[in-house]
């Protein structure tokens, strides 16, 4: 059988890549119908706008971490380059998303009738990231590999020599300018960028509007009164919260949302420059933490997402954090959930910001021994017909010349990243996304005795790590 997909469950443990894959109101509520916490938060971050402003969030720096991503051309003007792959070349494909696991293979046998000559092997594990840095450290480079180019982690694997060049291949002009600009690299694409995720608040809109929500909510109180909302009309535990694997990914996207411009106070705390105490962003997501505890999953730290998006499904929960590439296992599971899909509101502004990232991406190993097959096969998914058969199960939104966003349930976070209102997700600012890790682990013990002292001492221990070393 000529198309072979290698799966394995890899647990490795190093101190490596930690990037994620990817990778998510009530109708005149009273604002006191949220918990005490969540007022006096609300009220503090109101009367701190103005320092806020100039401290993190000004409308400067929003300019500056705004993303421009538009997929301009939907025409279908892609153009097929001239390749022609090495006979009975094998080549692996490392697949970073477990989700498009099987899209991928229908690609891969598409591929594979037009060039018979030609095998490729897709390989997909657990903990991908992990295992992809240990793998290129160790030399034993893919490929082709899905890669996430805006992370400093990836730019240090081009440096290092793992990955080719790829400016001047043709099928980077298959590609809409807006998404070349935020994977440029010091002049250079080493990678075929294709999709950026988002990430907001998965919500079931026909609970909402059966308990009397008429929309999302847009503002930090609003999300707090809809909880209450939520909760007295007997949806005892509305957030579906998996705070045992997706910690790290919920505490980087949402330190990400409460302050786009999070780096700079990070690096004034690892200067000296600024107490960790007066870093709003921590002591605003720690209260965060607080505000949601009656209304999350009561185990929040032994919730995996697989058993989280059940209870969406199942109405045994209405909310979740996660990105926009979980459509397709929410539609998976029942192809008619009423689903809707919101930006992450702030305390520490008005207005609403979406955290986008690029999502998929294919870079080629330097020194693989099939450079012609290779570059076919990235030829090939730059294509308008599978970048959109891709795009139907990876529902991100996809830069592939031609390709159309049509995602209702995600349209709402969309047309906030298109008014000017995305920005690159905070983690690729920071000094390694080694750093979310131990943000992470600081805010699960957070979860656990909500002791703030101790949260911010470990926040500041992570800080001055990276930041000084």
Not at 38 to 46: I, L, M, T
Request: overall charge negative; proline content about 4%; some cysteine.
């Amino acid at each position: 059988m000529k198309k072979r997909r290698a799966m394995a469950v890899v647990m490795v443990s190093v101190m490596g890549l930690q990037l994620a894959a990817c990778g998510t109101n009530s109708g005149g509520q009273s604002s006191d119908t949220g918990s005490s916490k969540a007022a006096d938060a609300s009220s503090e971050a109101s009367t701190d706008a103005t320092e806020e402003s100039a401290e993190a969030v000004t409308e400067e720096k929003s300019k500056d971490s705004a993303v421009n991503v538009v997929n301009s051309d939907t025409s279908g003007t892609t153009v097929e380059g001239s390749y022609t792959p090495e006979e009975g070349a094998t080549i692996e494909l490392f697949t970073l998303k477990q989700e498009v696991v099987g899209v991928m293979d229908n690609i891969i046998s598409e591929f594979e009738k037009k060039y018979p000559g030609v095998t490729i092997t897709q390989t997909a594990v657990s903990d991908a990231e992990t295992v992809l840095a240990t793998r290129l450290a160790a030399g034993d480079i893919p490929d082709v590999m899905q890669v996430m180019p805006a992370g400093k982690d990836y730019q240090a694997y081009y440096d290092a020599g793992y990955l080719m060049d790829l400016t001047k291949e043709s099928f980077e002009q298959n590609v809409d300018p807006s998404l070349l600009a935020m994977t440029e690299y010091n002049g250079i694409q080493f990678c075929l960028p294709e999709t950026v995720s988002t990430y907001g608040i998965f919500y079931r809109k026909d609970i909402f509007e059966k308990c009397g929500i008429t929309e999302a909510p847009k503002t930090y109180n609003e999300l707090m009164d809809d909880l209450k909302v939520l909760q007295n009309a007997g949806y005892e535990r509305p957030v579906a919260f998996d705070f045992k694997e997706s910690a790290k990914q919920i505490t980087e996207r949402v330190l990400g949302a409460f302050d786009p411009d999070c780096n700079e106070s990070f690096a004034k705390v690892a200067s000296g420059d600024m107490d960790i105490q007066d870093c709003k962003v921590l002591t605003a997501y720690a209260q965060f933490l607080s505000d949601i505890a009656p209304y999350r999953t009561e185990d929040a730290l032994g919730m995996d997402r697989d058993s989280a998006l059940s209870d969406i499904v199942n109405g045994n929960a209405v909310l979740m954090f996660n990105g926009s590439w979980l459509l397709s296992q929410f539609l998976a599971a029942d192809p008619d959930i009423e689903l809707g899909y919101c930006p992450i509101p702030s305390p520490l502004y008005e207005g609403l910001k979406v955290p986008v990232n690029v999502d998929t991406a294919y870079a080629i190993g330097a020194d693989t021994k099939y450079p012609e097959a290779c570059k076919a096969f990235v030829d090939f998914l730059s294509q308008t017909n599978i970048a959109t058969e891709y795009y139907q199960v990876d529902g991100n939104i996809n830069m592939i010349k031609g390709v159309t966003y049509d995602k209702e349930q995600l349209m709402d976070c969309y047309d906030v990243v298109m008014s000017g209102n995305g920005f690159v997700t905070v983690g690729n600012t920071w000094p390694t996304w080694d750093l979310r890790t131990d943000l992470a682990a600081a805010a699960q013990g957070y979860v656990g005795d909500e002791d703030l002292d101790a949260f911010l001492e470990a926040c500041k221990e992570a800080i001055d790590l990276y930041y000084n070393e």
